[in-house]
């Protein structure tokens, strides 16, 4: 028995859902460490015992809620953020051109560094970096006598798009 | 994970595939079977008695609302907490620099003898006094292992963090909680 698997057990038997067995029993009488643990577990399982609700009138104010209140559409946070990202991230790709004809075909449109359908899983303060990252082509580069995504061949967008890819 | 087969009837899967179908009976035993350990988390994690029920009543309805985002993995119980938990957080964010009651203002309901429960009610006291001297992690952690009972799987679930960072909170409330309780 050591005071690792004492303590494991201590929610269980303090919640009565389970007993100390002898050995168990025998740790607890001669371990300080466990016993002081014991002694704030075992009333610990009673916290907030007497906050009682009325469980009826609740579960009818739930349900009348859920008739009357309309479901508010569906929201995606930070998704005008990763449509954004892809925006600047066409227009830096546009803005640099194409590259020469002799250059081989591959991953020749560096991305941003920024994985894209993760955004939503970062904080405001990355997000704050990822918007600098992109804002950064997006202002300083001129967009006027960029081609458009119409204007390239199929074999420039099969490359844009790999670019992408990587 | 908690127990949710059905000694005391169907289990929570099952009620709440019945909810989506369309049955309130069905988010009324939910309502039923979970509300008053809800609550008790809540008290005692700090909620004040003029917000406990409405905490629980949100978290009711978010939950229903949103039992699409309920991954069946973790048990409707540990995820129910984890709506708690963030309503809880963010009310208190709005609410920070209000004066804390202390618990001794709790006016919730006592409905056992207090004759023979006093000792252990005031030792239970002195612990919940102490948790809130304890970072919202360990309280929580402290509250849903001890008085709730989850295991550490669930514990993560419903607190959005691994297992092992949830012993870890463990181990450093009970530390704490053997210095603050006399």
């Known amino acids: ?166 | 994970m908690l127990p949710v087969t059905g000694l005391d009837g169907p289990t929570d899967a099952a009620l709440v595939a019945a909810w989506q179908r369309g049955s309130e009976q069905a988010a009324t035993d939910l309502v039923r079977r979970h509300a008053s350990a809800l609550t008790r988390f809540l008290v005692g994690a700090g909620a004040g008695p003029s917000e406990v029920e409405d905490l629980v009543q949100e978290s009711f309805f978010k939950a229903f609302r949103g039992i699409d985002g309920w991954r069946r993995e973790s048990s409707f119980r540990s995820w129910l907490f984890s709506i708690g938990s963030n309503l809880h957080k963010d009310t208190y964010r709005r609410a920070r620099g209000r004066v804390v009651l202390s618990i001794e203002d709790h006016d919730v309901a006592d409905h056992r003898d207090p004759a023979s429960e006093l000792v252990a009610d005031e030792t239970a006291m002195r612990i919940q006094a102490g948790l809130t001297k304890l970072p919202r992690l360990q309280r929580e952690v402290f509250l849903l292992r001890v008085q709730q009972g989850l295991d550490y799987g669930d514990i993560a679930d419903a607190l959005g963090t691994t297992v092992g960072a949830a012993r870890v909170h463990y181990h450093h409330a009970i530390r704490r909680l053997k210095e603050l309780v006399p």
């Not at chain 1, 607890?28 to 014991?38: G, I, K, P, Q, V």
């Open chain 1, 1 to 166: 028995m050591t005071c690792h698997e004492q303590s494991e057990r201590m929610p269980a038997v303090a919640r009565g859902n389970a007993a100390w067995t002898l050995a168990e029993a025998e740790h607890l009488s001669r371990c300080a460490d466990c016993r002081a643990e014991w002694a704030l577990v075992m009333p610990g399982a009673a916290v907030a015992g007497n906050a009682t609700l009325d469980v009826e009138a609740l579960a009818a104010k739930v349900l009348h809620r859920l008739r009357t209140e309309p479901v508010a559409p569906r929201r995606r946070p930070f998704r005008w953020v990763v449509g954004l990202a892809a925006a600047a991230s066409v227009v830096l790709v546009l803005s640099r051109g194409s590259p020469p004809a002799s250059l081989p075909p591959g991953p020749a449109v560096p991305p941003l560094g920024v994985d894209l359908p993760g955004l939503d899983g970062l904080g405001t303060s990355e997000l704050q970096t990822v918007l600098e990252s992109v804002d950064a082509p997006w202002t300083e580069t001129s967009t006027a006598d960029a081609p458009s995504l119409n204007d390239l061949t199929d074999q420039e967008l099969a490359r844009v798009a790999r670019g992408w890819e990587n």
